[in-house]
């Protein structure tokens, strides 16, 4: 019992982090109803940001996180804005623009093989005055690392849906990802909120970067670690969705947690996408997806 | 400038480059000889394909600076290399290509065993001998090829000496150790180990606590972990990759599991990276290699400090398999006399090699048996010390070849 309790504690804390890495996903999909296949890769750039800006400075592996999203939001707007606006705007008229999936698949393999080039393929860890830290509470552990990225990755979804729900910003991304042409028609700047939108997703995954740092290693392709999961999460928990894509996160991590304290870890992989399939079967929207989303 | 101008440019520029190959090749260059090299150059287990390369690169300069295979004329060696990343298919893919496109003569690789499994037959099916260094599943020289050459000990061997370690140990000790827990990578290798692992468990009266394989791209090993704890064992066992040997070690520590005994099996835990990113939570786990920086060899010193000055780090054993590879590669050629692929095969299989620079590796002489596997691969257990506030790998058995002065910590913990 003790065993399950631990695990569950554990799967509460990844899956938050989980869900963290598919919030930058599900915003981008849902303004701009893109799949961005670069986001993993978006994810190994913020990673080695901080890993260059810990190892480099020496400073806690926490402030590294108002150093690293800012540089990532610069990092999308202008890649959505140099690379993907082009593309976009030739295609305008299509529903759900397929070149631009193909654009950021190209992006993912370019930015992977330039980390290969400068950076290598060895895997590397920084070593913080917080890593490997623990407390007991009675007879469980909890990770500091962990609990760190629980509390970061909680005050992000939260942080993310006030601007949503608050700010005249947020009102606008909405209203885009409701209907672009109507919010054009509106007088809002259809491209200016996709810039956004990508700029904010990346900052996201800069934070989750920074997050993740402290208990794991950075290398090229770390991306598809997370990438997959973060696509489940993100169909899920209903595409476009912040709650879903932390509820979902969660429930991954407890699958992925609990299920391998009764079977082979090697299982809980398959388990995950059982339950993925019967989502998909039984409300293919996700948790909280809109039956009609565009 | 538009586009298409500079387009037309750089197409030009290419069909110089072409034109200007196609004549250097065969009209200017000597005879070289190219060997196949399928490795995990990106992925999880990229920085041991990445070490398995720099040794293969060190030893081929040597090979050729040294006036390349006289034989034939003083032909160079030349290394073609292709990324499995770790993945069977692509391995395979690799190798039909390297053979068919590539017109490699020999074939080496691949570190992982699932990838070298499949990709050894590729190359029987073609008739190219293929030099496998490290990929330690028995079954690679077990399904009667005539083709597949092995420099490392097969699986059964390293599996049976942890036992004999753990056996001895508990004798010069006199710690009884009684329950077991193995927790392995899910490929062909880990899988492999597992296998033999609980045939000799029972065999010395381990009780087993825990049987747990793990798939090493895992974003999180705390569950593993977690049932590690709950299972309490005297000794761990572990098949580790790259990467996931960090993640053990430091969950871990982290989880507060400490084992009387840990041992490792090589892989993961071998590379020198390993010390590099879990430091001190590594301190006192065995593991088992086939080389060692302190071994008592003539030139392994001296070879060790260049390739350390070239490339920053210590070979490993595993490094240690390539480098021996590319020697027993051109040793063969040069008593072939021919790239005749039947002829390099028969010189292979006559093999017996036991002077150059490939006698770094601890034991006397490489001889191929019937299945192709090498007779003498010989295998240490090291034990993670620190050695004068360093951390350091110190050979504990066999005891004969015991650092002199070093006594073992066993159990590590109480």
């Known amino acids: 019992m003790t065993a399950v309790i631990q695990a569950v504690i554990n799967g509460i804390m990844m899956g938050a982090m989980y869900g963290l890495t598919a919030l930058g996903l599900t915003l981008i999909f849902g303004v701009m109803k893109v799949?961005?296949?670069?986001?993993?890769?978006?994810?190994?750039?913020?990673?080695f940001a901080a890993y260059w800006l810990i190892k480099l400075t020496g400073i806690h592996p926490y402030l590294s996180l108002l150093v690293v999203p800012p540089l990532l939001f610069f990092f999308g707007y202008y890649m959505q804005n140099l690379l993907i606006k082009p593309v976009f705007r030739a295609e305008q008229q299509v529903r759900e623009p397929l070149t631009v999936i193909i654009v950021t698949t190209g992006v993912w393999y370019v930015l992977d093989n330039l980390a290969l080039m400068l950076f290598g393929a060895e895997y590397r860890t920084v070593k913080t005055s917080i890593t490997g830290t623990s407390f007991s509470?009675?007879?469980?552990?909890?990770?500091?690392?962990?609990l760190s990225g629980f509390v970061v990755s909680v005050a992000t979804a939260v942080g993310l849906w006030l601007f949503?729900?608050?700010t005249r910003t947020g009102k606008a991304l909405?209203?885009?990802?409701?209907?672009?042409?109507?919010a054009n028609l509106m007088g809002i700047d259809q491209y200016r909120i996709y810039n956004l939108a990508f700029g904010i997703g990346?900052?996201?995954?800069?934070?989750?970067?920074?997050?993740?740092?402290?208990?794991?290693?950075?290398?090229?392709?770390?991306?598809?670690?997370?990438d997959i999961r973060a696509f489940i999460i993100v169909v899920l928990g209903g595409l476009g969705s912040i709650h879903g894509a932390m509820l979902g996160g969660v429930i991954i991590g407890l699958i992925e947690s609990v299920f391998s304290q009764f079977m082979p870890s090697t299982w809980t992989e398959a388990i995950i996408y059982a339950v993925f399939l019967v989502i998909l079967f039984v409300k293919p929207s996700g948790f909280f997806g809109k039956k009609q989303d565009w | 400038m538009s586009y298409a101008s500079i387009g037309k440019r750089l197409l030009g520029l290419a069909a110089i480059g072409l034109l200007t190959a196609g004549l250097s090749g065969p009209a200017f260059a000597q005879k070289t000889i190219k060997i196949g090299n399928v490795e995990p150059l990106s992925g999880p287990s990229a920085s041991v394909g990445v070490q398995g390369k720099q040794a293969r690169e060190m030893a081929v300069e040597e090979i050729n600076k040294n006036g390349g295979i006289k034989s034939l004329g003083g032909a160079k060696l030349e290394l073609v290399y292709a990324d499995s990343k770790s993945d069977p298919t692509v391995g395979v893919t690799e190798t039909e290509r390297l053979i068919n496109t590539e017109k490699v003569q020999l074939m080496t690789g691949c570190w992982n065993s699932a990838v070298t499994y499949p990709a050894t037959q590729v190359a029987e099916r073609y008739g190219v001998p293929f030099v496998v260094p490290v990929a330690v599943r028995d079954t690679i020289t077990e399904r009667g090829f005539k083709y597949v050459f092995r420099i490392a000990a097969k699986d059964s061997w390293w599996v049976r000496d942890q036992f004999r370690f753990l056996k001895d140990m508990q004798d010069e000790t006199g710690v009884k150790l009684k329950t077991m827990a193995l927790v392995f990578e899910n490929g062909d290798w880990g899988t492999g180990f597992a296998e033999k692992w609980r045939a000799l468990a029972k065999k010395d009266g381990y009780e087993l606590v825990l049987d747990e394989p793990y798939p090493s791209t895992a974003s999180d090993l705390t569950p593993v972990v977690t049932k590690l704890k709950a299972a309490n064992p005297d000794i761990v066992m572990l098949v580790s990759n790259a990467a996931d040997a960090i993640l053990i070690t430091n969950t871990m520590a982290e989880m507060k599991v400490k084992p009387k005994v840990t041992v490792a099996s090589g892989g993961?835990?071998?590379?020198?990276?390993?010390?590099?990113?879990?430091?001190?939570?590594?301190?006192?786990?065995?593991?088992?290699?086939?080389?060692?920086?302190?071994?008592?060899?003539p030139g392994a010193k001296e070879t060790n400090a260049a390739f350390k000055a070239k490339y920053g780090y210590d070979l490993t054993g595993e490094s240690v398999d390539a480098y021996v590879a590319m020697y027993v590669i051109a040793?063969?050629?040069?008593?072939?006399?021919?790239?005749?692929?039947?002829?390099?095969?028969?010189?292979?299989?006559?093999?017996?090699?036991?002077?150059?620079?490939?006698m770094i590796c601890s034991y006397d002489s490489i001889e191929f048996d019937e299945s192709g596997q090498n007779k003498n691969a010989g295998i240490v257990i090291v034990q993670v010390a620190d050695v004068n506030g360093q951390l350091d790998r110190v050979t504990v058995w066999p005891k004969n070849a015991r650092r002199a002065g070093y006594t073992p910590v066993f159990p590590a913990n109480k």
């Open chain 1, 164 to 166: 949503m729900v608050k």
């Open chain 1, 174 to 182: 909405q209203a885009t990802s409701l209907d672009r042409e109507a």
């Open chain 1, 202 to 226: 990346t900052a996201i995954a800069g934070i989750a970067g920074c997050v993740i740092m402290p208990f794991y290693y950075v290398y090229p392709s770390v991306g598809v670690v997370f």
């Open chain 2, 268 to 297: 993961g835990h071998a590379d020198p990276k390993f010390l590099e990113n879990a430091g001190k939570n590594a301190l006192y786990l065995f593991d088992e290699v086939e080389w060692n920086t302190d071994v008592n060899k």
């Open chain 1, 35 to 47: 799949v961005n296949f670069a986001h993993g890769s978006l994810l190994m750039v913020g990673m």
């Open chain 1, 137 to 146: 509470m009675g007879d469980f552990i909890v990770s500091i690392p962990k």
């Open chain 2, 331 to 358: 040793d063969a050629l040069e008593r072939a006399a021919s790239t005749d692929p039947e002829k390099v095969r028969a010189a292979l299989a006559a093999t017996k090699l036991s002077t150059g620079p490939a």
